[in-house]
T-cell receptor, first 112, second 113 residues
Framework: NAGVTQTPKFQVLKTGQSMTLQCAQDMNHEYMSWYRQDPGMGLRLIHYSVGAGITDQGEVPNGYNVSRSTTEDFPLRLLSAAPSQTSVYFC???????????FGPGTRLTVL | GEDVEQSLFLSVREGDSSVINCTYTDSSSTYLYWYKQEPGAGLQLLTYIFSNMDMKQDQRLTVLLNKKDKHLSLRIADTQTGDSAIYFCAETSGSSNTGKLIFGQGTTLQVKP
């Protein structure tokens, strides 16, 4: 099992550009989430999904879109990047609602 | 709203015990977790405790939960240099049907040889 994989590892964008952060898991987990990590602020939930076709907003959803067309994939889209979106982004998945969340290695995004 | 607070930094000597503290506000917290993040890596679950437990021990790790004071601690016995990392406390609420985690800011543990 590869676990949770994320691509790319690093990305630099200019303000206004769009991009998609990819996340995939091969553990057949129903629950998937996107977090951003900023210094001194811990991790904050952006969007989450409780199964294919079902997504919902987390704590800081503005500026991000998600979709969940398959159990395995949960991409995060930035439609028009802003410097405030400079952060490290983590995708996570879990088998059960309150089960252990498995995290990907993260994507470090810089928006200039 | 829900909030989880941790001190930001702890420095100990190798072989000493480390105690990392966490407070939370959500009285309906069901599960409380400790995650470890090594430099440049994602988070890894260390241990967790159900809200109806007071203590959980797992090898060198001891988790204590004071539900009345909404205080959680992680004790690492015989701390090693490999324990140097950021430790995150997180909780999830039984009143939520999403299982979403609320994280603290993270405590950076520095272990000096």
């Amino acid at each position: 099992n590869a676990g949770v994989t994320q691509t790319p590892k690093f990305q630099v964008l200019k303000t206004g550009q769009s991009m998609t952060l990819q996340c995939a898991q091969d553990m057949n987990h129903e629950y998937m989430s996107w977090y951003r990590q900023d210094p001194g602020m811990g991790l904050r939930l952006i969007h989450y999904s409780v199964g294919a076709g079902i997504t919902d907003q987390g704590e800081v959803p503005n500026g991000y879109n998600v979709s969940r067309s398959t159990t395995e994939d949960f991409p995060l889209r930035l439609l028009s990047a802003a410097p405030s979106q400079t952060s490290v982004y983590f995708c996570a998945s879990s088998e059960f609602l309150y089960g252990e969340q498995f995290f990907g290695p993260g994507t470090r995004l810089t928006v200039l | 709203g829900e909030d989880v607070e941790q001190s930001l930094f702890l420095s100990v000597r190798e072989g000493d015990s480390s105690v990392i503290n966490c407070t939370y506000t959500d009285s309906s917290s069901t599960y409380l977790y400790w995650y470890k993040q090594e430099p440049g890596a994602g988070l890894q679950l260390l241990t967790y405790i159900f809200s109806n437990m007071d203590m959980k021990q797992d090898q060198r790790l001891t988790v204590l939960l004071n539900k009345k004071d909404k205080h959680l601690s992680l004790r690492i016995a015989d701390t090693q240099t490999g324990d140097s990392a950021i430790y995150f406390c997180a909780e999830t609420s039984g009143s939520s049907n999403t299982g979403k985690l609320i994280f603290g800011q993270g405590t950076t543990l520095q272990v000096k040889p």
